[in-house]
């Protein structure tokens, strides 16, 4: 018994193009973002999904409407959100990259830590296996829900997670796959 499922990151926003940490903030696409997620749409067209799961964020509620709309059903669902940065969120994104190492176990002031959003995630994953096993889902989310994915199912480590994060490499893909 499993549920695949294919994530996929929301498309670049404005703040991702000014490099500030949009954490909890709503966050807008910009117009590359609006070409990404479409783009994303075409690429996934002849893919089947039982249901579609985004994060109840702005930017990544945006792109699962614009790349997966008329292809399944489409469920906001808050556990997918992005870290909450407190403090840094709308600060420049390279202070929160410093520290992500450090908010690991303690949360950033006035937000939380990676191991809530670790959290966050284990609770999801149960309510997938209850409710979508044998099923194959995709998610549209954040930088920090997908960490806690590679902890969670790729039994990385959360500074194993944070260092072989894509984005380093700039080593974008149409969805990466995990079993649950």
């Given at each position: 018994?499993?549920?695949?499922?294919?994530?996929?990151?929301?498309?670049?926003?404005?703040?991702?193009?000014?490099?500030?940490?949009?954490?909890?903030?709503?966050?807008?696409?910009?117009?590359?973002g609006i070409k990404q997620?479409?783009?994303?749409?075409?690429?996934?067209?002849?893919?089947?999904f039982d249901a579609v799961?985004?994060?109840?964020?702005?930017?990544?509620?945006?792109?699962?409407?614009?790349?997966?709309?008329?292809?399944?059903?489409?469920?906001?669902?808050?556990?997918?959100?992005?870290?909450?940065?407190?403090?840094?969120?709308?600060?420049?994104?390279?202070?929160?990259?410093?520290?992500?190492?450090?908010?690991?176990?303690?949360?950033?002031?006035?937000?939380?830590?990676?191991r809530d959003v670790e959290?966050?995630?284990?609770?999801?994953?149960?309510?997938?296996?209850?409710?979508?096993?044998?099923?194959?889902?995709?998610?549209?989310?954040?930088?920090?829900?997908?960490?806690?994915?590679?902890?969670?199912?790729?039994?990385?480590?959360?500074?194993?997670?944070?260092?072989?994060?894509?984005?380093?490499?700039?080593?974008?893909?149409?969805?990466?796959?995990?079993?649950?």
């Amino acid at each position: 018994m499993a549920v695949k499922i294919t994530y996929f990151v929301h498309g670049t926003t404005t703040d991702n193009e000014k490099d500030l940490a949009t954490g909890w903030s709503q966050g807008q696409l910009s117009k590359k973002g609006i070409k990404q997620a479409k783009e994303l749409g075409t690429a996934v067209s002849g893919r089947k999904f039982d249901a579609v799961f985004c994060s109840d964020l702005k930017r990544a509620a945006d792109s699962a409407d614009l790349a997966f709309s008329g292809i399944a059903k489409i469920i906001k669902d808050k556990r997918l959100r992005e870290c909450n940065y407190g403090d840094f969120t709308g600060r420049p994104a390279e202070e929160v990259r410093s520290r992500m190492k450090e908010q690991i176990d303690v949360p950033f002031p006035n937000g939380e830590s990676y191991r809530d959003v670790e959290k966050r995630i284990a609770g999801f994953l149960e309510f997938l296996r209850r409710s979508y096993d044998n099923r194959h889902v995709a998610v549209v989310a954040h930088q920090a829900p997908q960490f806690a994915l590679d902890v969670l199912i790729k039994r990385k480590t959360w500074e194993e997670a944070i260092e072989q994060d894509w984005r380093k490499s700039m080593n974008w893909q149409p969805g990466w796959e995990y079993t649950a």
